[in-house]
């Protein structure tokens, strides 16, 4: 199985560094020095990982042969990708790759359907899931035992607890009458 790891942002310095915005749940291991990444486009890979740093909130590499930053800017919107195994579990049951996650049905703790997840954003403070409604509007969910006490990839389900509000948000507000 494929799945996009990353996607190369700006150029970050003069050296060849990029940002990176992070797709994965274990950077640490898929973009540890020495990592060949396939990418899309294909023709700007396969790419090297030299080394990496987190630096502001942000992944910043550095690619084997990328030695300035014309070159890193070649690289940007570049999505990252690496082969993995569909059976391969992280090893704390609560933790999920973000491709066993994405298609799962969210359904709130009273039964109510939301959606589906469509994405997982992982934010330098917290991971949400972005779920697509029935009606095609999107609504973040914290991804915390809180407000999702329950994943079930046997059912293909994710339980959610929203606190008041959350799932509203996404709602159109009636416009206000003028008095």
Known sequence: MRLVVGRIGKAHGLRGDVTVEV???????RF????????????????????????????????????????????????LIVDADPEEVPDDPDEYF??????????????REIGTVADMLHLPTQDLFAVTRPDGREVLIPFV????????LRERAVLVDPPPGLLELADPRPAAADS
């Open 23 to 29: 797709r994965t749940d274990d950077p640490e291991t």
């Open 145 to 152: 035992e809180e407000i999702v006490p329950e994943v079930d």
């Open 32 to 79: 540890a020095p020495g990592t060949a990444l396939d990418t899309d486009p294909p023709q700007r890979g396969p790419l090297t990982v030299a080394s990496g740093r987190a630096q502001g909130g942000r992944l910043v590499l550095r690619f084997d042969g990328i030695e300035d930053r014309t070159a890193a800017e070649g690289l940007r919107n570049t999505l």
């Open 98 to 111: 973000d491709y066993q996650l994405v298609g799962l049905r969210v359904v709130t703790v009273d039964g």
